[in-house]
């Protein structure tokens, strides 16, 4: 689809919804009466019109600018549903209930009403389930996707065609239809299995779809990690509420909670949750795809999972001490005490529960971090263990980034005057940045909380880490860095002198490279063009035998002498070549291949003749 098409169907969808909103107005204003105070239709009514504009214009804009993510077309299919539902649902309480007769269509509207809800809802499982990419986290998780299509498309077909009652939630309007004008009644059992069947699949895939949100965010890194924090924390805000509204209403507000401070409660609590869901969703999807990098939520998330996880665990433990006070309610001696040992009890639980929380929070938020001795342990393992020169280093900075939560942690390894980057994790964040020159013996500026790395009083390199910005380095990981740097010298000065031994092989190797080619220059330009000139005159001469004697001779004699300066010209070529047969057998061997080579016999006297060292077998044998 191009850009132009989706900006104009996204537009159209949102017009669309709006056109609809504003028909909704008139018919909840002449409905009035039907509203009522008391169960919070007038508190909530607006939220829920707020609610249904988000969705479709967080909907529009994303599917406008990424026309291929289908969770843009989700929200605003969300948006255009509910905005539908509403309005059929007060177009047929005022046709069929309010004022009975004076608008048309009454029936198709109550119909309308009963499944249109259906697929606009199911609609928030497949926004989770491709959250925020668009597609699925794997292949494995394709049959969730299909199941959660499938069972919205089985219930909405059942509640269009279920026969009976029509209800209507709206205020003091009961039911809007004794039967269904298109229920199927002969074979309405069928029906009622599809919708509980429909409902249970669809309560599965929404909570596999949530399990998902977990997995991704797990598996994730950089962009897509922070874009899953912004529904993650709205996932968090909303268990938090409905938590700890549950554990209070079990506890607090199990008897009459019609009235005073449990109903204010219980208010509160369910207007977050219902804030979550309405609004919470569509915001932190519109800013996670469209304006995620503006702002960071690590700090944020892990504030709230603290939060989430006290609120959690004083729940249960409310709710337990709440059925245990119960059962001594009957002898009321005895209550108060239970009561005043439970008090007691969550007192002295806070301080352990918060710690627990704050770790349980740190795992949520930055992954596996393990304790500062379990650090030391295993970076102590990574050094003590034989692994090459090349799997030391990354391993170390591995260690390294996962035990102080750095965003990225770099190991830095001095070679001559330069201070290098030597590994780095994780490795496919940056490019390595350039060598930094060491002035005298100490550390230089690194651009980052770098700490220097020595053995026996000389620097070898340095730690270097580069923390989130909500999570600064605290003076415990900060000491923690220290004792991985005294620990890395051994490791560091192994790299170093391996480091200088491949130095030198290069060095060795470019050195016979250039002499290699220095020989094969020489031969090309002074020996291999003697050799084709002679070739050339011979040529010439067996021409000149019959035709002119003499010169032939003459030509011969300049044959002979350009033929010994060829030779002499490869005589002085070869002395810079050390034959193989002399590293091979030494002096006497090499010697005696040369003699047979020779126009005159040539006789040797070896006694005592053996191996020498290289250099003196070499001057004696050129």
Known sequence: MRNRTARRIARSIWGVTLALMLLVGPLIYLNRSTLSAKNGELIFLPAFLLSILVYSTVGALIASRQNRNPIGWALGW????????????????????????????????????????????????PVFLLFPTGSVPSRRWRPVLWLAIGAAAVGTLAWALKPGVINQSLGNVGRLLDENPLGVGHVGGVFDALVVASSIASVVAGAAAIFSIVVRFRRARGD?????????????????????????????????????????????????????????????????????????????????????????????????SGLTVGQ??????????????????????????????????????????????????????????????????????????????????????????????????????DTDPDPVPVEGDSLPDLGEQAVEVRHQGELLGALSIEMPANDPLDPGRDRLVRDLASQAGFALRNVRLVEE???????????????????????????????VALSVKLRLAQGLVKKDPDKAENMLGELQTESQDALENLRDLARGIYPPVLADKGLVAALETQARRAAVPITF????????PRDVEAAVYF
């Open 328 to 429: 001594f309610a009957l002898w009321e001696s005895t209550a108060k005490p239970v009561t005043a040992l439970v008090g007691i009890a969550l007192g002295l639980l806070f301080v352990p529960l918060l710690r627990l929380s704050r770790r349980i929070s740190g795992r949520v938020v930055y992954g596996r971090r393990a304790t500062p001795y379990e650090v030391l342990t295993e970076f102590s393992g990574r050094v003590g263990e034989s692994y090459s020169a090349v799997d030391v280093l990354p391993r170390m900075a591995q260690v390294l980034a996962q035990g102080t939560g750095a965003a990225q942690a770099r190991i830095w390894l001095r070679i001559g005057e330069t201070m290098r980057p030597a590994a780095a994790w994780p490795e496919t964040r």
């Open 78 to 125: 969300i948006g255009l549903g509910l905005a539908l539902d509403l309005l059929a649902s007060n177009y047929a309480a005022r046709a069929l209930v309010v004022a009975p007769g004076s608008l048309p269509f009454g029936t198709f509207a109550a119909w309308l009403q009963g499944w249109v809800g259906v697929p606009a809802l199911s609609a928030i499982t």
């Open 501 to 531: 031994v491949r130095a030198s092989r290069r060095r060795i190797v470019t050195a016979q490279d250039e002499r290699a080619k220095a020989l094969e220059r020489n031969i090309h330009d002074g020996a291999q063009q003697q050799l």
């Open 224 to 320: 897509e990690r922070q874009q899953i924090r912004w529904l993650a924390l709205v996932g968090a805000a909303a268990a938090m509420a409905f938590i700890v509204g549950l554990g209070v209403g079990v506890t607090v507000c199990s008897g009459d909670s019609s009235t005073g401070p449990c109903e204010t409660f219980g208010t509160i609590a369910f207007t977050i949750f219902f804030l979550c869901l309405s609004l919470g969703i569509p915001i932190a999807c519109g800013i996670a795809i469209l304006k995620y990098r503006l702002w960071d939520l690590d700090l944020v998330i892990k504030k709230t999972v603290v939060a989430l996880v006290l609120a959690t665990v004083i729940a249960a433990i409310a709710i337990v």
């Open 605 to 612: 006297d070896v006694d005592g003749v053996g191996r020498y």
